[in-house]
């Protein structure tokens, strides 16, 4: 069952109505076949950073376990606003328009691994993005995982890139699956997302990881973020 939105919104969210970029709001989620590859995560800190820039953002959560929902309700009153509903994905297709309607600047939007329960509504909903971020992992389970994941988007003609997820940097695995995602002839993100205690920190207390003081892994978000926003060509503020 949803969870409405309009009551977080009305109380927290005092700016105009109209979205920035002319009333167009721009979708982007946040898939991947594999569970554990950081989906959740990514979400939630894109979303933080989206609303430090002054963004109307709205955070959808299909994944029948609700992290990202959880999570936002821990999220501090003092702390920039973000709108947020629970939507299991057999239902998504069912308020698509009604969200788009609504005029958020950016829809962000947490999925539950692979297509198998509801494929015809998964599909739906990877039509409507303007851009898939595909969170992977620096191993061999992750990248065999996602690479037909990255072949159903390109049979779907979606915008998509791989994003490389709790990695050492500097490491041979890092270089090994930069090498194999390539080889898939996917595209990779060209920032990827360090494997970081703060991130996990930050999650508990339902903020992003920029919001943490001296939050270590900030910057690798503030760059995800960047190249989203510039991909979705959503204006810097």
Known sequence: ??????????????????????????????????????????????????????????????????ALARWAERRPEQAPPLAWEAIVLSEIGLHLDRIHASKFDVVIVDTPPGVESSPSQMQMLL??????????????????????????LARLDVPAHFLLNRVRRGSKSLDEAKLGLLETGGRLAPVEVRDLEDIRRSARAGIGVMELRGGNGADDFRGVWAFARSELGIRAR
Do not use: F, Y
Not at 11 to 25: C, E, I, M
Not at 56 to 63: A, E, K, N, P
């Open 127 to 152: 039509r409507k993005a303007n851009l898939v971020l595909v969170p992977v992992q620096p191993s061999d389970d992750d990248i065999e995982s996602a690479a037909p994941w990255m072949e159903l």
């Open 1 to 66: 069952m949803a969870k409405n939105s309009q009551s977080v919104e009305r109380r927290r969210v005092a700016r105009p109505t109209a979205a920035q970029d002319g009333g167009s709001t721009k979708w982007l989620v946040i898939s991947t076949a594999k569970g554990g590859s950081g989906k959740t995560t990514t979400a939630r800190n894109l979303a933080v950073a989206a609303a430090h820039e002054g963004l109307r953002v709205l955070l959808v959560d299909t994944d029948a376990q609700q």
